[in-house]
T-cell receptor, first 115, second 110 residues
Framework: KAGVTQTPRYLIKTRGQQVTLSCSPI?????VSWYQQTPGQGLQFLFE???????NKGNFPGRFSGRQFSNSRSEMNVSTLELGDSALYLC??????????????FGNGTRLTVT | GNSVTQMEGPVTLSEEAFLTINCTYT??????LFWYVQYPGEGLQLLLK?????DKGSNKGFEATYRKETTSFHLEKGSVQVSDSAVYFC?????????FGTGTSLTVIP
């Protein structure tokens, strides 16, 4: 079974630009969560989508948004990029909503660098 | 609120040494507990889990026991290998959200 696939693996953007990251979950998984990982802050929860609906949201500004499609694939968008947005963005999928405390299965991440 | 605290790293051990990485948690409900491992350049992989008090999770020689009385979920391995070098994250899931510790970097030297 294919794992969680994130594209692209690496991105370099300039301050003020916007970026879209993509995540394909494990086949059959309906929940997709996004996390930001930085050396200083560790793993921070961005949001979770289940059946195309945002179920939970972390404490990030409105510049960070996401969506989920009917095939469970998800995209995350960051607008008006800031230097502090440089991070590894991880996508994780789960067969059920995380409300059932089922484990997360992570992709290898997208490394975003903002210059 | 919910939170996870794990021991600061980095940890350096010789091959075949005994490993303990401490993890304690605070939770308002009845969380599930997890250990994840992250190898360089990769995402997090589930190492083991426990869903209720006194459960023991185990995988690849690693073990952790869900201790409600001490709110702990310490990771142990009897004999580490060079290939165990990675960053280890303790996490809890409660009422629909995951909370991760800051990670403990482990280096095993031959």
């Amino acid at each position: 079974k294919a794992g969680v696939t994130q594209t692209p693996r690496y991105l370099i953007k300039t301050r003020g630009q916007q970026v879209t990251l993509s995540c394909s979950p494990i086949s059959g998984h309906r929940s997709v969560s996004w996390y930001q990982q930085t050396p200083g802050q560790g793993l921070q929860f961005l949001f979770e989508y289940f059946s195309e609906t945002q179920r939970n949201k972390g404490n990030f500004p409105g510049r960070f948004s996401g969506r989920q499609f009917s095939n469970s694939r998800s995209e995350m968008n960051v607008s008006t990029l800031e230097l502090g947005d440089s991070a590894l963005y991880l996508c994780a999928s789960s067969p059920f909503s995380t409300g059932l405390n089922s484990p997360l299965h992570f992709g290898n991440g997208t490394r975003l660098t903002v210059t | 609120g919910n939170s996870v605290t794990q021991m600061e790293g980095p940890v350096t051990l010789s091959e075949e040494a005994f490993l303990t990485i401490n993890c304690t948690y605070t939770a308002t409900g009845y969380p599930s507990l997890f250990w994840y491992v992250q190898y360089p350049g990769e995402g997090l992989q589930l190492l083991l889990k426990a869903t209720k008090a006194d459960d023991k999770g185990s995988n690849k020689g690693f073990e952790a026991t869900y201790r409600k009385e001490t709110t702990s979920f310490h990771l142990e391995k009897g004999s580490v290998q060079v290939s165990d070098s990675a960053v280890y994250f303790c996490a809890l899931s409660d009422s629909g959200q995951f909370y991760f510790g800051t990670g403990t970097s482990l280096t095993v030297i031959p």
